[in-house]
């Protein structure tokens, strides 16, 4: 591969020696590195066990599905979850979390607005002998776990779709990279380990990699930008599928298709990349699964209690939660899936 994408590659592995997080927020403070739960602390089971969980936002659908993963893995555990919305503010991370710890909660589950605000919460969930999971997002303080869809991986997931279909095709092909926005470690290693892996055939050139700002216009402009200098590109990788159906909308302005052999993969999961991979406009997407992150959460919340920890990587205390790439081939079963988590 070419002397841009080994830049590329280079510039981010060097970002993710700095920091480490998960689904779409920008750099968060590591947490404790001792591994195991926090020093000092011996965590109680109160009386009725109730778990709290204060989410990110229950209008956006990612966390209306993990907050039901939340329920579930509390209905099955016989154990009462209290669920606050924090409305993607950063003062009702920080309030609804303290009420949920006043109202005598033996655990306490938070996916952050803002990882920066978390140590205050954490010191007084700790104060109250309450175990903390950070569940996606980022992490600071000594939280006792998290748990993060495993974003290398399917940055890898995405690479070998691709080298799966082009791969035996004279080339090379060239790829374009949709980032997401500046100083997202998820964006980081979504797109590294893509890059990394690429950069080992020959086949492949990335000639490109911009910034789509996560949203559908920022993916629109980021792949116009691309189509235009590469008329000839052969591959986008959107490192979320908002960026990759914004894609999608400049592939038609610009008279490509999916059905002639273009290949776009986009990061999530999302019901409208989904409807796109049915109707043949997009190639496939690396889905998360938030419904099951949330039923690992209370699990490992009533392990923590139990003294117990299981993690994937006890310098971080990270949890990884398997993520899969769906294409047309497995979309209908993927989706019956998803429609058993209702």
């Known amino acids: 591969m070419r002397h841009l994408s080994r830049a590329l590659a280079l510039?981010?592995?060097?970002?993710?020696?700095?920091?480490?997080?998960?689904?779409?927020?920008?750099?968060?403070?590591?947490?404790?590195?001792?591994?195991?739960?926090?020093?000092?602390?011996?965590?109680?089971?109160?009386?009725?066990?109730?778990?709290?969980?204060?989410?990110?936002?229950l209008q956006n659908p990612y966390w209306q599905s993990y907050a039901a993963g939340v329920k579930a893995g509390g209905e099955a555990a016989g154990v009462e979850v209290v669920v606050v919305d924090q409305k993607s503010d950063q003062q009702q991370q920080v309030s609804g979390s303290l009420?949920?710890?006043?109202?005598?909660?033996?655990?306490?589950?938070?996916?952050?607005?803002?990882?920066?605000?978390?140590?205050?919460?954490?010191?007084?969930?700790?104060?109250?002998?309450?175990?903390?999971?950070?569940?996606?997002?980022?992490?600071?303080?000594?939280?006792?776990?998290?748990?993060?869809?495993?974003?290398?991986?399917?940055?890898?997931?995405?690479?070998?779709?691709?080298?799966?279909?082009?791969?035996?095709?004279?080339?090379?092909?060239?790829?374009?990279?949709?980032?997401?926005?500046?100083?997202?470690?998820?964006?980081?290693?979504?797109?590294?380990?893509?890059?990394?892996?690429?950069?080992?055939?020959?086949?492949?050139?990335i000639v490109s990699s911009l910034d789509g700002n996560d949203t559908v216009d920022g993916g629109f402009a980021a792949a116009q930008d691309m189509l235009s200098a590469n008329p000839d590109l052969a591959v986008i990788y959107a490192a979320n599928d908002d960026s990759a159906i914004g894609a999608q909308r400049a592939m038609e302005t610009a008279g490509k298709s999916v059905e002639d052999g273009f290949i776009l993969i986009g990061f999530d999961g999302a019901d409208g990349a989904l409807d796109l991979i049915e109707q043949g406009l997009m190639s496939a997407t690396v889905a998360q699964d938030p419904y099951g992150q949330g039923v690992k959460a209370v699990e490992t919340v009533l392990a923590l209690l139990e003294g117990e920890e299981d993690y994937d990587d006890a310098a971080t205390k990270t949890i990884f939660f398997p993520v899969e790439i769906v294409s047309a081939e497995n979309l209908a079963d993927f989706r019956a899936s998803r429609a058993s988590q209702d």
């Open 11 to 57: 510039a981010a592995a060097s970002a993710l020696l700095l920091s480490a997080c998960a689904s779409g927020a920008d750099e968060p403070t590591p947490g404790s590195t001792s591994g195991g739960p926090a020093a000092d602390v011996q965590f109680e089971k109160k009386d009725p066990l109730k778990i709290g969980y204060s989410v990110y936002d």
């Open 99 to 205: 009420d949920l710890i006043n109202q005598g909660i033996s655990g306490l589950i938070v996916t952050p607005v803002q990882p920066s605000a978390l140590p205050s919460t954490i010191d007084a969930a700790h104060d109250a002998k309450i175990p903390v999971v950070i569940a996606d997002i980022g992490t600071a303080g000594d939280y006792d776990a998290y748990i993060q869809s495993n974003n290398v991986s399917g940055g890898a997931l995405a690479a070998e779709h691709v080298i799966e279909q082009l791969g035996d095709t004279p080339g090379p092909h060239k790829v374009g990279v949709i980032e997401l926005h500046a100083g997202s470690v998820v964006g980081e290693e979504r797109v590294a380990e893509f890059v990394s892996i690429l950069d080992e055939h020959e086949n492949f050139d």
